[in-house]
């Protein structure tokens, strides 16, 4: 196995890795696509009458904004994919637990 | 020089000790550990809402939960026009301009640059302050209208459905009497739970970034060789315009 061979290279308290510059490219993109997701958002409103597709398209669209902002903003995109997995992997079971009290919720609304 | 040190770094075994297994600062894997930990603080608050709406369809004692867009119609200094989700459209929209601002003050912080960081923070703090006091407004408008923690005086009836249909947008809009009866508790008490947790969210952010600003003001961060802290405050600033999206898709659009 191999070791780190000079101890004391590596401090973990201070220890910061050197952050290049992307430039402002991407971050123009994610913020004019966040822009044209909120107008959308606000147009649909409008046109489509209220039902439970609109609710989905609403979702949907909420889940792309989030996407790019913890992709894009957060950077998390250019992080180690480790890092990446132990943030988003544990977020999924919300959504199981949303999907399952909205199901109780119903089912309490329908004995009361 | 210092690329060649970190790329005989990245040859070490990942969790044999000795380097870092995710290649961050120890730093930024705490606060992204305690962003996941309060993301679960406001999805716990965002799943009692979900299970409180379904559960309050429609019960003999109230009405059904009112469309949220229609109740918050209001925009400064157009009283009694009917303006439904143009104001919260103007909030989410400061909030990703001081989402880029910041975004922006990170990437002069790869550069070194001081100058940069400190415009760009200004505009973010600025972008912060703007949006708190738009909720303040709302907030203020909204208790004006009869809603309290503890009891909701937007419970529709069937005349109030059928006024809130026959206005279109910009049209006149005041609730007549018999629009309005007591509605579910938990839809006045959890707006303002969830949006008041948000807003104290935005309200640290704030201070955060004016402890930041100063820093950088001072040269703390020049004198150390870089400027991460702004990449941290950016983290928690951007988390709390993440949970924005989510908020106003729940508490606004549906």
């Known amino acids: 196995m191999e070791f780190y061979t000079k101890p004391g290279d590596y401090d973990p308290i201070n220890y910061v890795p050197h952050q290049a510059s992307h430039g402002t490219k991407e971050l123009w993109k994610t913020f004019w696509l966040l822009l044209g997701i909120t107008i959308l958002d606000f147009i649909i409103y409008f046109v489509m009458p209220a039902t439970g597709l609109r609710n989905v398209i609403f979702i949907f669209f909420g889940l792309v904004k989030a996407y790019y902002i913890v992709g894009a903003f957060m950077h998390l995109k250019h992080e180690k994919i480790n890092l990446a997995l132990i943030i988003l992997v544990p977020t999924v079971f919300i959504i199981g637990l949303v999907m399952g009290l909205l199901y109780e919720g119903n089912a309490i609304s329908l004995m009361k | ?254």
């Not at chain 2, 406001?42 to 369809?57: D, E, K, M, T």
């Open chain 2, 1 to 254: 020089m210092a690329n060649q040190a970190e790329a005989t770094f990245e040859k070490q075994p990942m969790w044999s000790g000795g380097r870092s297994p995710f290649n961050v600062s120890y730093g930024k894997l705490m606060m992204w550990i305690f962003l996941l930990s309060d993301a679960f603080t406001f999805s716990s608050l965002l799943v009692q809402y979900g299970a409180q709406r379904f559960s309050n369809i429609e019960t003999a004692v109230t009405t059904s939960w009112p469309d949220p867009a229609s109740i918050f119609n209001h925009f400064p200094f157009m009283h009694g026009v009917h303006l439904p989700l143009l104001f919260v459209s103007v909030m989410t929209f400061i909030l990703i301009v001081s989402s880029v601002t910041m975004v922006l003050a990170v990437e002069a912080g790869h550069r070194n640059s001081k100058k940069e960081v400190q415009k760009y923070m200004v505009y973010t703090i600025f972008g912060g302050i703007a949006f708190l006091s738009c909720q303040a407004w709302e907030w203020a408008t909204f208790i004006h209208e009869g809603a309290r923690l503890d009891s909701n005086f937007f419970g529709i009836t069937e005349q109030g459905y059928k006024h809130l249909q026959s206005v279109s947008f910009s049209d006149h809009f005041e609730w007549a009497d018999g629009d309005r009866t007591w509605g579910p508790v938990p839809f006045a008490a959890l707006f303002f739970i969830v949006t008041g947790f948000h807003g104290f969210h935005v309200f640290s952010g704030v201070v955060i970034n004016v402890v930041v600003y100063i820093m950088t003001v001072r040269g703390v961060f020049e004198r150390r060789g870089h400027y991460e802290m702004i990449e941290k405050a950016g983290l928690y600033w951007h988390f709390v315009d993440l949970v924005w999206v989510f908020v106003f898709t729940f508490f606004y659009l549906i």
